[in-house]
């Protein structure tokens, strides 16, 4: 009775590394996104790798109508169920102070709408006794700050949730992780100036699945963000206001 | 699709690029990609010199879209895309039975690449280049997509086409027939040239390989180890995770009195009378990329690698250009002799039945000097160098060496009027020239 997991966003390149992770210990997955014909291909990689079961499930975090059918689809199957988040978008600061309707569905695809899943699966997971929910949130929601606090609030709302559900499942003998990834070499990142110390998503992937595996409550990967994090969280408010870090 | 303003360069860091790099992760956005702005692919940039380089221009990295799309258990065909590591492949294929059919010496070279370059591996003699093992491809152009199968014209363009058709995203590969995933492996000291070339031909192994010490003189010239392999089946240790080289290396580290008593050790190492040992896969196929980064051990002004082929009946003319290599005495220990088999699949393929030998320069001091006259050594033995290899010939001796150049360049423009997939090496030996 093989573990599955059920990934949210299956299209980012850090979805995709956790994928073939977990994929080549024998779980298997339910890759779930908004472009399907990618996540095809996907799913044909997560076969080929030794997933005994992949299969392609539409979700948008916009669109709460999609979160029943990957809900019932694990329902059927047997064995532990986990699930992955990877959702989130981060429109540039600019875009946002020209249009503030983009907070809202930034928040949306980064905090509410996931949240609306797990609260959702939540009862399906307690029932089988068993599985992890791994929430990838960001540094970013770690201080608000000039740049991009928009995301970042979505963002450390997501870690609040992630703390209560942690609270929550563990009751019932499953288990829920918070990784706080620094900058990851992805498409989001790709072209950003001032990007430093980019880790490979599939050093991120790995760092998860030991965290699952070690049944980590929180974790910040590569770890030194952990170090990077702590000094700009206890910057005093009256000087941190006047950077721009 | 964005693009990012990055400084680049190929394996060998002696020629280096800056330009824009676009990296889609989608089949989607490569399509985009390449109808708004045509651009050359690269993949692992593990080509030496400048065939992996577009200076001043744009290039699209293929390296995430690395996917297994489909694979026959019972026939072996495998569907990936174009970006996926030769290495990633033996990996995942190995403990099934299958390996690519192909392979050449780092596992980091990606399928895109391997038929781009139309490469060879140590199996050439037997079952030709990686190009022959192809059913078909899919080649994203400005127009669109197309499927090219192996008896359409444009395959043979395509393939050894170093990415003047388009990018290839794509395709559909033979694999071959494992017995497992260790590697039993037979290697016998090599006294000089004349046993190196009688042993080379002799070999009836599926794998075969010569290490050559390129600054062993006079009557140890050609020296080295023959190695032969064969799959199997057994149990070996892992693999360990790579290490990697943190710095480039100061001038020193491969300095000819080091290599000298490096090569010495090296050959030494293997019994008088041979030995018979089992390797991981990895280990036989790809036995630099345990050390991560090497190119950096030649410090940061890189080196060239120099390939040839010359044929059979030149094996003398072959022997005055190891002979000029020994006496010049910069070598690194970085050198291999091998019998090619006449494989080839592409206009622009670099095999030809014959011996091949590679040896590594670091760049400095008279290396480019040495590299160009053994260039003209080749064309005078009627033999070829191998241009996902070259850094330094010129445009004249390239042309006499290739006699389908023209007809490829002829074929290329009809899909590529503008020249919009040229790259360093193309303009550098003028290969898209009518």
Known sequence: MSETWIILGATSSMARAFTRAVAARGDGVLLAGRDLDDIAAS?????ARGAPLAEAMAFDARDPETFAPIIDRARALDGPVSVAVFVGSMPPQEAIDADPALVDGTITDSYTGPARFLQAIAPLIEERGAGTVVGVGSVAGDRGRIGNYVYGSAKAGFHTYLAGLRNRLGRSGAHVVTVKPGFVDTAMTWGIEGMFLVAHPDKVAADILTAVKRKRNVIYTPFFWLAIMTIIRHIPEPIFKKLSV | MSWKQAEYSGWGRALRASGELARPERARHLAAVMAASPSPAIGNRRSYGDACLNSGGKAVDLTRLDRILGFDEDTGLLDVEAGVGIGALADIFAPRGWLPPVMPGTGYAT?????ANDVHGKNHHNDGTFGAHVESFTLVTPNGEETVRADD??????????????????????????????????????????????LLDASEATYTVGWVDATARGAGLGRGILEEGETGSGLVPRPKGAKSVPLDAPGFALSPPVVRLFNEAYWRRVPGNGRTVVKPINDFFFPLDKIRDWNRLYGKTGFHQFQCVVPLDAAGALRAIMEKITRAGIASPLAVLKRMGPGRAGLMSFPMEGYTLAVDFPNRGRAAELVRSLVRDTADAGGRIYLAKDSLAEPETVAAMYPERAAWAKAVATIDPDGQFETDLTRRLKLRAP
């Open chain 2, 153 to 198: 014209a444009l395959f043979g363009v395509s393939v050894a086409g170093l990415g003047q058709t388009g990018a290839i995203r794509s395709a559909r590969i033979a694999m071959k027939r494992a017995k497992g995933d260790v590697m039993i492996v037979t290697e016998r000291r090599i006294a000089d040239w004349d046993e190196h070339l009688a």
């Open chain 2, 111 to 115: 399928v895109g690449g391997c038929i």
């Open chain 1, 43 to 47: 799913t044909a990689d997560a076969s």
